[in-house]
Every structure is written in structure tokens, then in C-alpha cells.
């Protein structure tokens, strides 16, 4: 075999059945490829559901306690029984030419990190939270199809639709699972600190099939604020990496601003609420959908900064 693709999954039974049926679905070679999916504490059934399953290639179930995205990752890469590890997430819908792109690339280069390219699935519930998606994620990788070549950054890292060699994930350590988000950056910035070449794969195309809601997206900022802090814990030697590091690159004025609302963010939902709810209620009309989601891009911040202070993390203000 040539390659082991590892997909991590959480009580989302039905989500990574699809994800799995196109996987099954690549024109690359069945014989050279195996599938390992890492049922992380699930309790829908996702484990009984696959293994009913009749795959074309090489297919393992692994079940584990729930570790998070990190943990779930460091035990599918390490059952790996190839030298080359995909790393897809578990509502990815894969491009028939994915897996052959992601080895084709390692295939014609040295050691490298390879990054593939996300996009909103076209059947994904049409939303706030997905227009969000559409405007963050999927620009960032229109924008790297127009220019594959531009230089990778650390902060830039996801390995939802990534491919690595197994003996560099062995050799770092793999993921660190204290982090139950932004171990992607905490892996990241170790990887590109061993001298790895992160390489863009702009062929290998994964269409995220996205489920989250507004509200989903603000418990995310908070947890990704818990995350931020904890990396710059473990990391104070970067200085231009991480959400934190970009909150204190603003001017002042803006920091302050955002401080005197994270102070009640109560009050700022009171106000942006209604206008994510209309947004959200109107999306075929663009004022709306505009208005949506840039109020939803400022509750994210806002809940955000709010956790950040909450914890007592030292600001580097200039």
C-alpha cells in the first residue's frame, strides 16, 4: 500500500458514512490505499455502522475513549501500516482524484507537509455560520489556487485534508492532546520548526459538508480562546503567530474597543443578535446577509477576547 488515510469521528454517524463513500469512490488503486477511522468515544452506533460496511480497499475501525481531534489522530497515524498518512476530517467530501494528488505530490518531492484544498460542500445547510465559512475558509483557498506557490505560514496549518510522512509525525511526536483545539498551529509551528517544506496541493480538493450554526460558531471562539492561551503558554517564543499575537499586531484604538466590549458581552449579543438572526432568516437578500455575518464575525471576537481576559493572559500591548 501506498498511503494509509486516517479519519477521526465523533457521534457523527450518518456525516462520515458520506465522507467514507467517497473515499471508497477515488480512482487510485484499492489495493494501495487503506482506511482507518478512529471512532473517538462515540455513542450514535458510528462504530457498529462501519464495520457493516463492505469497503473496496484495506478498512480498520479503531474505538477509543474520547481524546479529541488530537488524540483521535495520534492513534490512527500510529496503526498506520504505510510510510505516508492522509489526515482527513470526518465531513469531508473527497474529490475523486484526492488520495492519487496527495501521493503524486510526495511521489515528486523531498520531505514535505502536504496541504489540500477546502471548500463549502454544495449540499450543505445554507446558513450564517456557512456563509462565514464560505467567506474565511473557502476564499483563503481560492485565493492559494490563484497562487499555489505563495509561501506557507504556521498559522496557516489545518490538517483536515493534509498528508505527512508517518516517520515525521513519529519523530515530533504527533499531535499534542492536551490541546482540544489549535493543534493544528501547536503541530504547525513544530513542523515547520524541524525544516519541513509545507507544499499546497491545490488538486487535492475536500468539500466540507458544514452543519454548525451561529451559536455553535461563539461556543467555538471561547474554546478557541482557552486553546490561544494555552499555546502561547507552551510557545512564547513566537511572536507573530497565533489569534492572539494578531489581536496585539491592531492598533490601539481597536484594542480598546474590543476590551470595553469583551467586558459585557452580554450587552453586545443584546445588539448583534437580532442582526445575526436576521441575517440568518434573510440570506437570499445581500444587505442582510452582509450585515449577518459581520455581526457574527464581531460576537465570535468579542466572546473570544472576553474568555482570553478571563484567564488572565498577559497582553503584549504596544
Same mark, same amino acid.
Given at each position: 500500500?501506498?498511503?494509509?488515510?486516517?479519519?477521526? @469521528?465523533?457521534?457523527?454517524?450518518?456525516?462520515?458514512?458520506?465522507?467514507?463513500? @467517497?473515499?471508497?469512490?477515488?480512482?487510485?488503486?484499492?489495493?494501495?490505499?487503506?482506511?482507518?477511522?478512529?471512532?473517538?468515544?462515540?455513542? $450514535?452506533?458510528?462504530?457498529?455502522?462501519?464495520?457493516?460496511?463492505?469497503?473496496?480497499?484495506?478498512?480498520?475501525?479503531?474505538?477509543?475513549?474520547?481524546? #479529541?481531534? %488530537?488524540?483521535?489522530?495520534?492513534?490512527?497515524?500510529?496503526?498506520?501500516? @504505510?510510510?505516508?498518512?492522509?489526515?482527513?476530517?470526518?465531513?469531508?467530501?473527497?474529490?475523486?482524484?484526492?488520495?492519487?494528488?496527495?501521493? %503524486?505530490?510526495?511521489?515528486?518531492?523531498?520531505?514535505?507537509?502536504?496541504?489540500?484544498?477546502?471548500?463549502?460542500?454544495?449540499?450543505?445547510?445554507?446558513?450564517?455560520?456557512?456563509?462565514?465559512? &464560505?467567506?474565511?475558509?473557502? =476564499?483563503?483557498?481560492?485565493?492559494?489556487?490563484?497562487?499555489?506557490?505563495?509561501?506557507?505560514?504556521?498559522?496557516?496549518?489545518?490538517?483536515?485534508?493534509?498528508?505527512?510522512?508517518?516517520?515525521?509525525?513519529?519523530?515530533?511526536?504527533?499531535?499534542?492532546?492536551?490541546?482540544?483545539?489549535?493543534?493544528?498551529?501547536?503541530?504547525? @509551528?513544530?513542523?515547520?520548526?524541524? #525544516?519541513?517544506?509545507?507544499?499546497?496541493? $491545490?488538486?487535492?480538493?475536500?468539500?466540507?459538508?458544514?452543519?454548525?450554526?451561529?451559536? $455553535?460558531?461563539?461556543?467555538?471562539?471561547?474554546?478557541?480562546?482557552? %486553546?490561544?492561551?494555552?499555546?502561547?503558554? &507552551?510557545?512564547?517564543?513566537?511572536?507573530?503567530?497565533?489569534?492572539?499575537?494578531?489581536?496585539?499586531?491592531?492598533?490601539?484604538?481597536?484594542?480598546?474597543?474590543?476590551?470595553? =466590549?469583551?467586558?459585557?458581552?452580554?450587552?453586545?449579543?443584546?445588539?448583534?443578535?437580532?442582526?445575526?438572526?436576521? #441575517? $440568518?432568516?434573510?440570506?437570499?437578500?445581500?444587505?442582510?446577509?452582509?450585515? #449577518?455575518?459581520? %455581526?457574527?464575525?464581531?460576537?465570535?471576537?468579542?466572546?473570544?477576547?472576553?474568555?482570553?481576559?478571563?484567564?488572565?493572559?498577559?497582553? &503584549?500591548?504596544?
Amino acid at each position: 500500500m501506498d498511503i494509509s488515510v486516517v479519519v477521526p @469521528t465523533f457521534n457523527r454517524r450518518e456525516i462520515v458514512m458520506r465522507t467514507l463513500s @467517497t473515499l471508497f469512490a477515488q480512482d487510485f488503486p484499492a489495493a494501495s490505499y487503506e482506511v482507518i477511522v478512529v471512532v473517538d468515544g462515540s455513542t $450514535d452506533g458510528t462504530a457498529e455502522a462501519l464495520r457493516r460496511m463492505e469497503p473496496p480497499c484495506n478498512f480498520r475501525v479503531i474505538e477509543q475513549e474520547n481524546l #479529541g481531534l %488530537a488524540g483521535a489522530r495520534n492513534s490512527g497515524y500510529r496503526a498506520a501500516k @504505510t510510510g505516508l498518512v492522509l489526515f482527513l476530517d470526518d465531513d469531508m467530501l473527497c474529490d475523486p482524484h484526492l488520495i492519487a494528488a496527495h501521493v %503524486a505530490a510526495h511521489s515528486r518531492s523531498g520531505l514535505i507537509a502536504g496541504f489540500g484544498a477546502l471548500f463549502l460542500s454544495a449540499d450543505s445547510p445554507p446558513s450564517l455560520a456557512a456563509e462565514c465559512f &464560505k467567506r474565511e475558509i473557502g =476564499a483563503y483557498h481560492l485565493e492559494r489556487k490563484r497562487a499555489p506557490a505563495t509561501p506557507y505560514r504556521e498559522r496557516e496549518c489545518v490538517f483536515s485534508n493534509s498528508s505527512l510522512p508517518r516517520e515525521l509525525l513519529l519523530a515530533l511526536g504527533g499531535f499534542d492532546e492536551a490541546f482540544r483545539m489549535r493543534e493544528d498551529l501547536e503541530f504547525g @509551528t513544530r513542523l515547520f520548526a524541524s #525544516g519541513v517544506l509545507p507544499r499546497y496541493i $491545490d488538486n487535492a480538493i475536500a468539500y466540507q459538508y458544514y452543519i454548525k450554526s451561529s451559536a $455553535d460558531l461563539i461556543r467555538e471562539a471561547e474554546a478557541f480562546a482557552v %486553546a490561544d492561551v494555552m499555546y502561547e503558554r &507552551k510557545h512564547p517564543e513566537t511572536e507573530s503567530l497565533g489569534e492572539l499575537a494578531c489581536y496585539q499586531k491592531q492598533a490601539r484604538w481597536k484594542r480598546s474597543l474590543h476590551r470595553i =466590549a469583551a467586558f459585557s458581552p452580554v450587552a453586545a449579543d443584546v445588539f448583534l443578535g437580532p442582526l445575526c438572526s436576521m #441575517g $440568518d432568516a434573510f440570506l437570499g437578500f445581500p444587505i442582510l446577509r452582509n450585515l #449577518g455575518v459581520r %455581526a457574527l464575525q464581531m460576537r465570535r471576537r468579542i466572546h473570544w477576547l472576553r474568555k482570553v481576559l478571563e484567564l488572565g493572559m498577559p497582553q &503584549k500591548e504596544s
